[in-house]
């Protein structure tokens, strides 16, 4: 074994120690490229030209920084889904630091819904209006990319139920769940990723990609235009709370009401059996088609 083996071994193996102990903020990679290659197949030519452009003129240390994370060659060509997990990609990089809390946006355990005045700053609801202008309004090429990086990104996240949640257990990452077949051990980590992971067989990124995303495009073909419609006219703050009547709902397990209705933290860990995650699984989906729709939508939009 060379020296420069060694060091890469050891590299890898002290990126996955401390991963282990980083709290999970954003939807998983396979969400994420879900969710923005749904949304690449729906823009209009023109869209999607604009779209090309700016990917295209990714630099190379950015182009390399997307491949690494989603453990692709470096020279690999970068789709809309792979540059949506850009954003978790820079979290540990100091110049991007402010943008941690714009993944998500935490409310009061007594509150019930999201209003316009719940958070203006710092969080997710203000995040998506404030990267939806620069995507068209960037005062050049590097921050217009950034901003469809970011946008495409916060879609994913805005739509996984956990990311509208408490902050008095990190959104969940503090609630231990106890479930067969899945290596999830947080509630939070379960909606980021095992709920997908879990309805395929494969254990690579890129086979779990292919069959969700074919069973996702087969779902989004079959869903009535009215509900299509419904979706894209709805506002930042709807996305906001349809995520949190999820994590309030009784059937997620993660808010326990009181007689207030006040969300207490449950007994843990959480046990969830099959037939719960079953139901879990087919929500993440829906939201993954809502988030895809909304993003082309937001998109055709911008570039009309």
């Not at 491949?67 to 889904?81: D, H, R």
């Not at 946006?105 to 995040?127: F, P, W």
Request: proline share 4%.
């Amino acid at each position: 074994m060379t020296a420069k083996t060694i060091v890469y071994l050891a590299s890898a193996a002290i990126l996955l120690i401390g991963s282990a102990f980083q709290p999970a903020y954003a939807l998983g990679k396979l969400g994420h490229q879900l969710v923005c290659d749904l949304a690449y197949q729906a823009l209009t030519p023109n869209a999607k030209s604009q779209v090309d452009n700016l990917l295209a003129s990714l630099n190379k240390t950015e182009r390399k920084r997307i491949n690494q994370y989603n453990f692709a060659p470096k020279n690999s060509p970068i789709t809309l889904g792979k540059a949506c997990t850009w954003p978790d990609a820079i979290k540990k990089l100091d110049h991007y630091d402010k943008y941690k809390p714009w993944h998500y946006v935490n409310l009061g355990r007594g509150e019930q819904k999201l209003t316009h005045s719940t958070c203006q700053k710092d969080c997710i609801t203000q995040a998506i209006p404030y990267h939806a202008n620069l995507v068209t309004q960037g005062e050049n090429a590097k921050q217009r990319n950034e901003a469809l990086m970011f946008l495409g990104h916060w879609l994913g996240d805005i739509h996984q139920p956990l990311h509208v949640s408490f902050a008095s257990d990190w959104g969940g990452n503090k609630t231990k769940i106890e479930a067969q077949d899945v290596k999830c051990s947080s509630m939070h980590w379960l909606w980021d990723e095992c709920l997908l992971t879990r309805q395929t067989k494969h254990k690579k990124l890129a086979e779990q990609y292919q069959q969700m995303f074919n069973l996702l495009t087969k779902q989004l073909a079959s869903t009535p235009n009215a509900d299509m419609v419904k979706w894209q006219n709805a506002s930042v703050i709807d996305w906001a709370n349809e995520s949190f009547a999820i994590a309030r709902s009784p059937t997620t397990k993660y808010c326990q009401p009181n007689a207030s209705q006040t969300c207490q933290e449950r007994n843990l860990p959480v046990k969830l059996t099959s037939e719960e995650l079953d139901l879990m699984s087919q929500q993440i989906n829906l939201r993954m088609l809502m988030a895809s729709v909304r993003l082309s939508h937001q998109l055709n939009t911008s570039f009309q």
